[in-house]
Protein backbone atom coordinates (compact mmCIF):
# COMPACT_ATOMS: atom_id res chain seq x y z
CA UNK A 1 0.00 0.00 0.00
CA UNK A 2 2.75 2.42 0.65
CA UNK A 3 4.60 1.77 -2.53
CA UNK A 4 1.29 2.63 -4.28
CA UNK A 5 0.64 5.95 -2.42
CA UNK A 6 4.53 7.21 -3.04
CA UNK A 7 3.63 6.26 -7.30
CA UNK A 8 0.56 8.08 -6.88
CA UNK A 9 1.75 10.84 -5.32
CA UNK A 10 4.91 10.59 -7.88
CA UNK A 11 2.44 10.54 -10.39
CA UNK A 12 0.25 13.50 -9.71
CA UNK A 13 3.45 15.46 -9.08
CA UNK A 14 4.24 14.67 -12.66
CA UNK A 15 1.17 15.68 -13.62
CA UNK A 16 1.05 19.19 -12.09
CA UNK A 17 4.27 19.73 -13.79
CA UNK A 18 3.71 18.75 -16.74
CA UNK A 19 0.46 20.92 -17.02
CA UNK A 20 2.38 23.59 -15.38
CA UNK A 21 4.97 23.53 -18.50
CA UNK A 22 2.47 23.15 -20.85
CA UNK A 23 0.09 26.34 -19.74
CA UNK A 24 2.94 28.40 -19.42
CA UNK A 25 4.27 27.81 -23.14
CA UNK A 26 0.60 27.92 -24.44
CA UNK A 27 0.51 31.39 -22.58
CA UNK A 28 3.84 32.84 -23.86
CA UNK A 29 2.83 31.04 -27.40
CA UNK A 30 -0.50 33.28 -27.32
CA UNK A 31 1.08 36.14 -26.44
CA UNK A 32 3.37 36.22 -29.24
CA UNK A 33 0.73 35.35 -31.88
CA UNK A 34 -1.64 38.41 -30.91
CA UNK A 35 -1.02 41.25 -31.55
CA UNK A 36 -0.81 44.05 -29.54
CA UNK A 37 0.09 46.98 -31.65
CA UNK A 38 0.74 48.68 -34.99
CA UNK A 39 3.28 50.69 -36.10
CA UNK A 40 2.49 52.73 -39.73
CA UNK A 41 5.17 54.30 -41.95
CA UNK A 42 3.29 56.87 -43.33
CA UNK A 43 4.38 57.58 -46.52
CA UNK A 44 4.32 55.90 -50.46
CA UNK A 45 4.34 53.06 -49.75
CA UNK A 46 2.19 52.93 -46.58
CA UNK A 47 3.77 49.95 -43.99
CA UNK A 48 1.60 48.60 -41.15
CA UNK A 49 3.73 46.39 -39.03
CA UNK A 50 1.06 44.32 -36.61
CA UNK A 51 3.39 43.93 -33.27
CA UNK A 52 3.38 41.62 -30.58
CA UNK A 53 3.48 41.78 -26.32
CA UNK A 54 7.44 41.61 -27.43
CA UNK A 55 7.69 44.08 -29.92
CA UNK A 56 8.38 41.67 -32.56
CA UNK A 57 6.79 41.77 -36.16
CA UNK A 58 3.93 39.68 -36.42
CA UNK A 59 2.27 40.33 -39.73
CA UNK A 60 3.45 43.17 -42.35
CA UNK A 61 0.60 44.75 -44.70
CA UNK A 62 2.69 47.05 -47.29
CA UNK A 63 -0.35 49.36 -49.18
CA UNK A 64 2.01 50.14 -52.71
CA UNK A 65 1.23 52.57 -55.14
CA UNK A 66 4.49 53.25 -57.10
CA UNK A 67 5.32 49.51 -57.30
CA UNK A 68 8.10 49.74 -54.49
CA UNK A 69 9.84 46.42 -54.37
CA UNK A 70 10.05 45.42 -50.36
CA UNK A 71 8.95 41.64 -50.62
CA UNK A 72 12.84 40.99 -50.11
CA UNK A 73 12.84 42.15 -46.72
CA UNK A 74 12.82 39.54 -44.27
CA UNK A 75 10.85 41.66 -41.35
CA UNK A 76 8.95 38.92 -39.81
CA UNK A 77 9.62 37.92 -36.25
CA UNK A 78 12.11 40.96 -36.07
CA UNK A 79 12.47 43.75 -33.37
CA UNK A 80 10.08 46.30 -34.47
CA UNK A 81 12.80 49.08 -34.37
CA UNK A 82 15.36 46.31 -36.73
CA UNK A 83 12.42 45.89 -38.91
CA UNK A 84 11.79 50.05 -39.40
CA UNK A 85 15.39 50.72 -39.77
CA UNK A 86 15.51 47.74 -42.51
CA UNK A 87 12.66 49.55 -44.58
CA UNK A 88 13.81 52.65 -44.20
CA UNK A 89 16.82 51.80 -45.44
CA UNK A 90 15.57 49.89 -47.97
CA UNK A 91 13.59 52.53 -49.27
CA UNK A 92 16.45 55.29 -48.74
CA UNK A 93 18.64 52.65 -51.35
CA UNK A 94 15.63 52.53 -53.79
CA UNK A 95 15.50 56.75 -53.86
CA UNK A 96 11.90 56.93 -52.74
CA UNK A 97 12.16 58.53 -49.75
CA UNK A 98 13.63 61.92 -51.87
CA UNK A 99 10.13 63.39 -52.07
CA UNK A 100 10.02 63.32 -48.49
CA UNK A 101 13.28 65.79 -48.18
CA UNK A 102 11.15 69.37 -47.45
CA UNK A 103 8.54 67.15 -45.51
CA UNK A 104 8.37 65.07 -42.36
CA UNK A 105 8.23 60.96 -42.86
CA UNK A 106 5.78 59.90 -39.86
CA UNK A 107 5.93 56.86 -38.24
CA UNK A 108 3.10 56.28 -35.86
CA UNK A 109 2.60 54.11 -33.17
CA UNK A 110 -0.57 52.36 -31.70
CA UNK A 111 -0.10 50.08 -28.80
CA UNK A 112 -3.29 48.46 -26.34
CA UNK A 113 -0.68 49.63 -23.31
CA UNK A 114 0.45 53.16 -23.09
CA UNK A 115 3.84 52.60 -20.74
CA UNK A 116 4.81 50.24 -23.99
CA UNK A 117 3.44 52.62 -26.63
CA UNK A 118 5.71 55.62 -24.87
CA UNK A 119 8.71 53.40 -24.48
CA UNK A 120 8.44 52.11 -28.49
CA UNK A 121 7.70 55.62 -29.73
CA UNK A 122 11.20 56.38 -27.85
CA UNK A 123 12.95 53.59 -28.93
CA UNK A 124 11.84 54.53 -32.21
CA UNK A 125 12.68 58.03 -31.96
CA UNK A 126 15.83 57.40 -30.80
CA UNK A 127 17.27 54.84 -33.36
CA UNK A 128 15.82 57.58 -36.30
CA UNK A 129 17.90 60.57 -34.54
CA UNK A 130 21.13 58.66 -34.59
CA UNK A 131 20.75 57.14 -38.08
CA UNK A 132 18.94 59.98 -39.88
CA UNK A 133 20.05 62.75 -37.98
CA UNK A 134 21.75 65.86 -38.59
CA UNK A 135 25.28 64.01 -38.24
CA UNK A 136 23.82 61.77 -41.49
CA UNK A 137 22.81 64.36 -43.80
CA UNK A 138 19.43 64.56 -42.87
CA UNK A 139 17.80 62.67 -45.59
CA UNK A 140 14.43 62.13 -43.61
CA UNK A 141 12.93 63.77 -40.43
CA UNK A 142 11.47 60.97 -38.48
CA UNK A 143 8.42 61.99 -36.05
CA UNK A 144 6.57 59.17 -34.38
CA UNK A 145 3.17 60.06 -33.09
CA UNK A 146 1.31 57.77 -30.33
CA UNK A 147 -1.89 57.70 -31.31
CA UNK A 148 -4.88 56.97 -28.80
Known sequence: MKKFLVFLLKFLSYVVLFAAIFGISAYGGYLYIT???YVVLNGDPYVKYSVNNFNRVIKVEIDNDTEVKLENLDLMHKDITDAVQLTID???AGGYLSKYRDKDFIISVSYKDAKKGNS???KLNTKIRVKYGDESGDKIKGIVVRNK
Open 90 to 92: ELN
Open 35 to 37: PSG
Open 120 to 122: LTE
